[in-house]
């Protein structure tokens, strides 16, 4: 079965200061891992993913997530938090069904959310 | 700039009304996702199609939700009888086959309140 988990309900971390959203995921198969945005009564918004290639990922805003096998891990990660990165922070894994054949696009199965705050 | 548009934004009624959402999806995408948004469940698919077809409505509750694609520039969820229990924020998402890509784009989502 597929899931993914987001350990931590809530971040904190000061402006300038680096932030690390976690996640953890469980797959059968290779892992297509993303990661979304939700700004207060908005929809989400893509932020990167990891397909195959480099364990780094780099997506929009300054954002970076770390793909680590070993561990099943997909962390999103930042350099420098703004204020303005506020926001809920969803981790997917996209699942590949028999109605999918042919097709990259499937179903994702999303984590709690993290509530990122960043300080001023 | 090309987004998914979802009407109503909000919407209020009582129980036991009918409750239809619309979306419109991405000119172009082939595969159309409703996800629902809720405190205690988060983020869970409801169903989805491609090519208007619909593939997997194993997440909804089949006797009073139903979801169609009447053309390929509209989908439509629909809730009859709607109850409190329905309230959450619900999500369309639309990507496309056959180019390598597996983004989902998200709608702004419509807000239903069943009191």
């Known amino acids: 079965a597929q899931s993914v988990a987001q350990p931590e309900d809530q971040v904190n971390v000061a402006e300038g200061n680096p932030l690390t959203v976690k996640c953890t995921y469980s797959v059968s198969g290779n892992p297509y891992l993303f990661w979304y945005v939700q700004y207060p009564n908005r929809g989400l918004q893509f932020l990167l993913k990891?397909?195959?290639?480099?364990?780094l990922v780099k997506g929009s805003y300054g954002f970076e997530a770390e793909f680590n096998k070993s561990q099943t891990s997909f962390h999103l990660k930042k350099p420098s938090a703004l204020v303005s990165d506020s926001a809920l922070y969803f981790c997917a894994v996209r699942f590949l069904g028999e109605n999918d054949r042919g097709s990259t696009l499937g179903r994702l199965y999303f984590g709690r959310g993290t509530q990122l705050t960043v300080w001023p | 700039d090309a987004r998914v548009t979802q009407t109503p934004r909000h919407k209020v009624t009582e129980m036991g009304q009918e409750v239809t959402m619309r979306c419109q999806p991405i000119l172009g995408h082939n595969t159309v996702f409703w996800y629902r948004q809720t405190m205690m469940q988060g983020l869970e698919l409801l169903a989805y199609f491609r090519n208007r077809a619909p593939l997997d409505d194993s997440g909804m509750p089949k006797d009073r939700f139903s979801a169609e694609m009447p053309d390929a520039t509209l989908a439509t969820l629909k809730i009859q009888p709607s109850e409190p229990r329905d309230s959450a924020v619900y999500f369309c998402?639309?990507?496309?086959?056959?180019?390598?890509?597996?983004?989902?784009?998200f709608g702004p989502g419509t807000r239903l309140t069943v009191l």
């Open positions: 998402a639309s990507g496309e086959t056959g180019l390598a890509t597996d983004t989902q784009y």
């Open positions: 990891y397909i195959t290639g480099d364990n």
